[in-house]
């Protein structure tokens, strides 16, 4: 599994880029789901959002799940491409797969990528 | 609409050659391909009533394509149909979750009776009281059984039954002004329709999680407690398949901060006459006759899912309950009728509830049991389950692994292969085995869900064990096997993503229909 050092990572596996403001789920999140096949992004631009709000619901062949802000802020962009191509998050989860991107915000309770590595390994047995 | 001179492959006839056998993988043809202009089932009778004027003509459609097949043809295009479908009466169908116990057919002959039959839900009661009688009697043998004071019978299937209970559980807090309360507590190995009967009604879900011993987890569970819960939902035994060990502790900590207790029902074929969930201390249940008391279900429905609450909720029940509303002394009957709570949520359904489908079968099953035959059923249901568990479990990983109830959930995944539960699910169809439940609950990896019910003889559990132990080795030496199944069936293995990423509607989306 892959999770980027430049990134910050919640317990129920969404990332956050702090240079950026994006946020999105982690590369863990898609394997586990599986094919994805229906994203809704549940934000908009302009929205003021705090860490923890739901801002998608993400559904795949085996489940469906809410996305959770891993940080606050208020939303600058919305990847509107996502609900024609949901597959864009298991082929490019930090890259084209991003979701919301936030400014001016904080994170919540975040992981760096080496204890987000270390919780998804024990989640695994 | 489909033509009907349509280009679809006909199944050959006899004459044109030899016949593929019935595994070959034909296509049935509709029943508008198989229509011929002018083929007929039945002569209509000339016209016996006076004849009228017809509305005016731009009312009048001319293009109902109806198909046109002679009866023969029907009956043969059904029984096609039927023959690639496998049902509880096919084969065994270890569904976990759905209990799905074989139906006995006696319960057909019963909800077929001319006087249940031929009743209309508008009649006068006391053209009814037969009916009325068999309502009022479940309602009385629900209460028993669930230990509560009070059952209605409307809520038309599970998820509608726990719609049902939150808003009495609402309402109860409510005519209390107790109003601050907006939140549910569910755990993680709750069934989805919890969650979401909840979300329906605006109320916020706190998840908490499961222990390692698969209980729900009561740190989290007391952390969660507070004077803005409603109440929890629990499915008790969980999707696990095992009775929460602490479940009075569970109980006590809701209780204790002013929330109510639901059971979900789902699971009741565990405990018929064994512990009363309203003793325990759930103040609202539903049940699925349509599971535990072998009203038939799959495919849709339809479900039957009446609700019991204890006696602090029993005045906010929908409306009409059936109820005794004359004593009758030793020269008439007493008169059965209906009745309004004094603070009902109101109706949940248009007329009475699924009467004939759902109430007389189940009706039927309880009469037929008895109070001691109830308990065998869950008795066998428990053996069953463990028994299974206990001849597969060197053979798949069980990760909750203790005592099971009437269900049990292993991993469908092998140490270095790539073979999923997907995988195992659809190779057991190769074996003749509708598979379990999988990828549910949540909690475990690669789940299979594992619920034989108590119909089930010894050699029908050997012959699936066997199967599913023949899979995990052929998971190791033929593992394509298993990726390319089924390999038996009409049709093989379907390709669920692109049924659900490329949606194909027969209908328009509801903004189509905002202008009209």
Redesign the interface.
Known sequence: MNAPANLKYTKSDEWFDPATGAMGISDYAQSQLSDIVFVEILVEEGDTIEAGKAIASVESVKASAEIYAPAGGKVTAVNKGLSDKPETLNSDPYGAGWMVKVEGGAAGETLDSAAYEKHCEERSH | MVNAASTAKHRPSTGSGPVPPLSAKIVEPTVFDLSSPGRIGVTMPDPDVPETTLPPRELLRSDLPLPELAEVDVVRHYMHLSSFNYSVDSGFYPLGSCTMKYNPKINEDTCRLPGFLHTHPLQPIETVQGNLLLMYTLQEWLKEIGGYAAVTLQPAAGAHGEFTGVLMMRAYHKSRGDTKRVKMIIPDSAH?TNPASVGMMGLQVVQVPSDERGNVDLKALEAACDNTVVGMMLTNPNTLGLFDENIEKVIELVHGCGGLMYGDGANLNALLGIVRPGDLGFDVMHFNLHKTFSVPHGGGGPGVGPVGVAARLADFLPEPLVGMIEEGDDDTAPLYGFLKPAKSIGRMKAFHGHFGGGFVRAFTYIAMHGPDGLKDISQYAVLNANYLLARLRDTYRVPFDRICMHEFVAEGRFEGSDVRALDIAKRLIDYNFHPPTN?FP?IV?EALMIEPTETENKDTLDAFTDALIKIAEEAKTQPDLLHNAPSTTRFGRMD??KA??ELVLCCGLPEDYSNQ
Do not use: P, Q
Request: proline residues 0%; hydrophobic residues 40%.
């Open positions: 989805g990828y949540l990896h669920e993503v659900a990423r």
